[in-house]
């Protein structure tokens, strides 16, 4: 028979002696509820339905919290079989094993192949030829390669679409679209550039003054392959941004939004909701883990939170 979790959690059951069975799930985040006292419900479950999953004897299994970011696991009197063990180390260390592999690395890359349309269609292919020449020794001159490192772990947000556009009094109607915020640990730059001209093509530079825009073609790719499958099938889609505390000195980008889309409408009177949204935001995390990694390690309370696990098995 399956014991409710918070069954369970109300009981306060313990674990046994150290000739018990027992393991401990440490994660990377806070693991107690809103009183800060007892086991979140939600990674009781968590653990509960992985260990089913496996048929362990749920009638059998005590939860206990551990700290702030511990779990313990009793598995009752009888001692688990070597099977049952192994098959432990397997289902938690293949989480572990994945943590530790994802790969936080990212490029944007400059794309050699299209660079030469890129001179071609210039200003809409107004540019003469001395212009275009100009213009591809600039491109010359750039970095082809441009590496950094992405930081996931900031709170998930829940925005309201066309925030400045929304008038500071009145009612409006919005959606309420979910986002994550990653930080990079080397800036990228940003490749539009505005054409400057006195006139002579030979004085056209890339600037960041007003005039004409152009791009440079490149594309930015991500190490995890879990990740940019995510990013090629749009779920989610992101843009590169400048955060407020970026040195205005320095150009280009500094974090990535990543949107995970509207989870619903919001009405607004004068800029404030009209009901909680406390739902809302509970949907948005509930889309970011469904996302699945490396989302999942840093968001939700899932069993891709753990960080790591103390075995405690009894002599045989």
């Not at 979790?5 to 046994?16: E, I, K, R």
């Not at 986002?179 to 080397?186: G, I, R, W």
Request: proline fraction near 6%.
């Amino acid at each position: 028979m399956r014991l409710p979790a918070m069954l369970l959690l109300s009981l306060g059951l313990l674990l046994g002696g150290c000739d018990k069975d027992s393991l401990t799930l440490r994660f990377s985040g806070n693991v107690t509820d809103a009183s800060g006292s007892e086991l979140d419900p939600a990674y009781a479950q968590a653990v509960l339905d992985i260990l089913q999953r496996e048929r362990f004897d749920l009638a059998t299994i005590n939860l206990a919290l551990e700290g702030n970011s511990g779990i313990d696991v009793g598995f009752g009197e009888k001692p688990l079989s070597t099977q049952q063990r192994q098959r432990l180390q397997a289902i938690f260390g293949e989480v572990l094993e994945a943590r530790g592999a994802w790969s936080n690395q990212l490029q944007l890359d400059i794309q050699e192949d299209k660079l030469d349309g890129s001179a071609i269609n210039a200003l809409g292919g107004l540019m003469t030829e001395p212009m275009r020449e100009h213009w591809r020794k600039q491109l010359e001159q750039l970095p082809r390669h441009y590496p950094s490192q992405l930081g996931l772990g900031t709170p998930i947000s829940l925005e309201f679409s066309n925030w400045q556009g929304i008038p500071d009094f009145g009612w409006v109607e919005v959606d309420a679209d979910c986002k994550v915020l990653a930080t990079l640990s080397e800036p990228l730059p940003n490749l539009t550039y505005q054409l400057i001209s006195d006139g002579a093509p030979e004085s056209m530079t890339m600037g960041m003054l007003s005039g004409m825009t152009q791009s440079v073609p490149s594309q930015l790719s991500f190490a995890d392959p879990a990740l940019q499958k995510l990013i090629d099938d749009l779920q989610p889609t992101y843009r590169l941004q400048r955060s407020k505390y970026m040195d205005s000195t320095v150009e280009g980008y500094d974090e990535i939004l990543f949107d995970f889309g509207s989870q619903g409408k919001v009405e607004l009177l004068d800029r404030q909701p009209l009901k909680p949204v406390d739902g809302l935001k509970a949907a948005c995390e509930r889309s970011v883990m469904a996302a699945g990694r490396p989302f999942a390690f840093f968001y939700g309370a899932s069993i891709d939170r753990l960080e790591s696990v103390e075995y405690s098995f009894s002599e045989p």
